[in-house]
């Protein structure tokens, strides 16, 4: 019960069938598009109510086919928590954390792994491989167990130990590469002829991109079809951003919107890996690869994304901007806001806090704008990142000497 027609070349439009694995067209992404005059037919938005709240609640606007197919843990959705205090610091007064901490996996990446496993299973793969810079080799082994898959997962020696842990952990073949994302994704490439992968690298694939699209249906739903202002996301490979934005016209198309408000999509990186935020800069459509590509926000370590244009593009549609964060400056934010709200902020929310700010300072947001950040991944994924931020906890010998502080 999919109403997928087929699937199109983001780059040249051509289409391509959606009944057989497919990876890229003249190396690009490919879109899902949907019949929407029939989704239309067939169910409103009002029918979401009674469903369960998973991000499988939008099932008419997902591609698989088969029920039986999905490969799920629960995932979406994800709550919307205003944050008062981080927002009065900022100067703020309607902003909100869209705290995708909470998702399966402690990351965003199980939306669009989900999505790619089922696929996957549904047109037959058995062996899937990645190349990931942390989060996405956990979300790939966990569902890839879930399905009674193979994982084989490929990470820069330096990511964080979590993600090293939990890619073994949940039972994948994983490997520590001497280099960058880019070095995994090559010997990804190199091996897949012999080892029979299906490669579910971030856009190498349709159906991540569905998955996350989940993101902006959620958001539509809980601003009840009014979308926000503006939307600050922490861009690596830029899959949630054009994803969100694909789901808005989607959902536009569908009649479902109430307003013709469409937020201002803001792509947030780290001064040490800012290729998006440079060729927004240069008014440049593609981005050169960005050199000694360096930041512990690891998810933002993307020193070349094949979807780039597809980033930029929906940035400048949406009349919004590609910034970049300061190190220091996205480290301290991510411990601040958690400091303040509660939310175990990662540090790829922490460039956002930073673009934010920044933002606010040249009056590019309004104060009563409704502002959402998203918070990608769980704090606590990034161990040796909190802990350098962190003074050393001591044993309370004495109380009293405490009390008196
Ligand atoms: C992967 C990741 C990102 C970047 O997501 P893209 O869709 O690749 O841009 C941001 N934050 C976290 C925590 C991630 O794991």
Redesign the pocket.
């Given at each position: 019960m999919a109403f997928t027609t087929h699937l199109e070349a983001a780059i040249d439009g051509t289409k391509l069938a959606h009944d057989r694995l497919q990876t890229t067209h003249e190396g690009r992404p490919l879109w899902v598009r949907y019949d929407l005059e029939a989704i239309g037919r067939e169910v409103s938005r009002s029918d979401l109510i009674h469903r369960p709240s998973t991000m499988w609640r939008y099932r008419e606007l997902l591609p698989v086919e088969d029920d039986a197919n999905v490969v799920s843990l629960g995932e979406g959705m994800t709550p919307l928590l205003r944050a008062d205090r981080l927002g009065a610091e900022l100067g703020l007064r309607n902003l909100f954390i869209k705290d995708?901490s909470q998702l399966p996996t402690g990351?965003?990446?199980s939306r669009?792994l989900a999505m790619a496993v089922s696929r996957a299973k549904e047109l037959g793969a058995t062996r899937l491989a990645i190349p990931?810079?942390?989060?996405?080799g956990g979300a790939l082994a966990a569902y890839a167990a879930r399905a009674g898959m193979e994982a084989w997962i490929f990470m820069p020696a330096d990511t964080p130990e979590v993600n090293q842990a939990e890619a073994a952990y949940y039972g994948a073949r994983a490997f520590l590469v001497d280099g960058l994302i880019t070095d995994c994704g090559a010997i990804v490439r190199e091996g897949t002829p012999h080892m029979g992968w299906w490669d579910v690298s971030?856009l190498k694939e349709p159906y991540?991109i569905e998955g996350?699209k989940t993101m902006g249906l959620e958001l539509a739903e809980q601003f009840a079809w009014d979308l926000p202002d503006v939307i600050l996301?922490?861009?690596?490979?830029?899959?949630?951003?054009?994803?969100m934005w694909k789901a808005f016209a989607e959902l536009a198309a569908l009649g479902w919107l109430d307003s013709d408000n469409r937020p201002r999509m803001v792509s947030c990186q780290a001064a040490g890996c800012a290729p998006i935020a440079t060729a927004f800069e240069a008014g440049d459509r593609f981005a050169e690869p960005f050199p000694n590509a360096h930041t512990a926000?690891?998810?933002?370590r993307?020193p070349a994304?094949v979807g780039d244009f597809m980033?930029l593009d929906a940035v400048r549609e949406s009349g919004g901007v590609a910034m970049a964060a300061d190190e220091h400056r996205l480290l301290w934010w991510a411990q601040r806001a958690s400091a303040l709200e509660g939310i175990s902020i990662?540090?790829?929310?922490g460039a956002c806090l930073g673009v934010l700010e920044e933002m606010v300072a040249q009056g590019a947001v309004d104060p009563e704008e409704r502002v959402v950040i998203?918070?990608?991944?769980?704090a606590q994924?990034y161990l040796e990142v909190i802990r350098s931020q962190l003074p050393q906890l001591t044993t309370p010998v004495d109380w009293q000497a405490l009390a008196a502080e």
């Open positions: 995708e990351s965003f990446k669009g990931t810079a942390g989060n996405a971030t991540r996350k996301y922490p861009t690596g490979g830029g899959t949630g951003l054009i994803g926000a690891s998810g933002l993307v994304a980033i990662c540090p790829e929310a998203f918070n990608t991944g769980a994924k």
